[in-house]
């Protein structure tokens, strides 16, 4: 896992990229209000789950929303709520 960090006067913002394949890159960035941005790229026009868990010992993935890639085979997905947890994992799953 690659960790880029970008420090704003008012916030800190961390970035995490994860190759899951060679051509697939699922990247998470903190947003300024405490929600978190996922983004990933797929295969144009593909329908994927967003799913999240708190745990990855014993992981219970819950889906919090679906998206379909655009014409370039990028999702984007925020989780507004992301602050209300203390420790939070996310994937994609394609459908």
Known sequence: MEQVSTIK???????????????????????PAGGFQVTCNSSPYQTCLIQTTTDLGSPNWVTIGTNTADVNGLITFVDSVAKDYPARFYRTVAF
């Open 9 to 31: 006067p008012a916030a800190a913002i961390w970035r995490w990229r994860v190759r899951l394949f060679p051509q697939v890159t699922l990247t998470g960035c903190i947003l």
